[in-house]
C-alpha cells in the first residue's frame, strides 16, 4: 500500500486558470503523479495518486507556493492508500464549472454551503432527528449507477444520470423536503456542496452538505447507516467502510458496474459485461 490517493475541492475565485495550468502539470510531473486537476472560475477540483514522499509535497505545493496567492492554504484532502497507480496519466485541465450544473458559476465571496460534520450526522441519524428535532432527509446527488453501488439507508435516490439534471429534479419533488432538514451528500463533497446551496437559492430551507462526503463519513465514523460501498472514479472502482477496495468492478466497454455475484461468461475484463455483450443483449431479447 505504498501509493496515496489524495481527492480535494475548494470553491474560490481562480483568475488565472491557463497560467496556472503549465506550472501546475510542471510541477506534478516532477513528482511522479498521475490523475486529474480541473481549473475553472469557481475553483479547483483534483483526484491524484503516487509516492507518499511525492504526494505529501504537493500537498505542501498547493497550500504554500507563491504561485496560488494563497487560496489554497486551506485545502482539506481527502486521503487513501493502494498498492497501485489508479491513474494512467497526469491532466490539468480547464473547465467552466468544477463541477458541471449548467448554472451560473458559485461566487465564493457569498460563503460555503451550510454544512454537518460525520460525527454530527450520525447523531443526528441515531436519534431520527437533528438538533432541533426536525426529521433528517438523506439527499444522495450522485448518478444512479454510482448509487447502485451503495449509499445511506433510506435515501432519496432520484435516478439522475448527469449531474446537471439535478435543478429540474429537485423543483419537481421539492414536497420531499418540505418542514425537514435536507443533507445532501455524494462521494467527496463537491457535488453536494454546489447542490445545497442550489436548493437554498430556490428557497429550500434548513439544508446542509455533508461535509467531506461520503468517504470523510466512513474515515470518521465506518458504515453506520450506510448500505453498500462506495463507487469512486478509478480504477479501484468501490471502496468499502474501511476505505479498502471491494470485489466490484465496472466494464471498460459501457461503464456499468459489476459485482462478484454477477459474474457471468459474458463479463471480460477490460472489454464486455452482461449489459452490454452482443450475447446477452441477443439472449434477453429473444
Known sequence: MSILNLSAYKFVTVEDGPGWRPLVIERCNALGLKGTILLAPEGINLFIAGPIPQVREFIDYMRTDALFGGRFADLQFKESLSAKQPFRRMLVKLKREIITMKKPTIRSEDGRAPSVDAPTLKTWLDRG???????????????????????????????????????????????????????????????CEKAAIHMKEVGIDHVYQLEGGILKYFEEVGGTHYNGECFVFDYRTALDPNLQPTATAQCFGCRAVVSESEASPFYKPGETCPACHPEAKVGAAA
Not at 453501488?149 to 444520470?161: K, Q
Request: glycine letters at 8%; hydrophobic letters at 35%; one cysteine or more.
Open 129 to 191: 432527528h437533528d438538533h432541533e428535532g426536525r426529521p433528517v432527509v438523506m439527499l444522495d446527488t450522485r448518478n444512479a449507477f454510482e448509487i447502485d453501488v451503495g449509499t445511506f439507508d433510506d435515501a432519496l435516490d432520484y435516478r439522475i444520470t448527469k449531474f446537471s439534471e439535478f435543478p429540474d429534479v429537485i423543483e419537481k419533488n421539492r414536497a420531499d423536503l418540505e418542514g425537514k432538514t435536507v443533507v445532501s451528500f455524494c462521494t467527496g463533497g463537491i457535488r
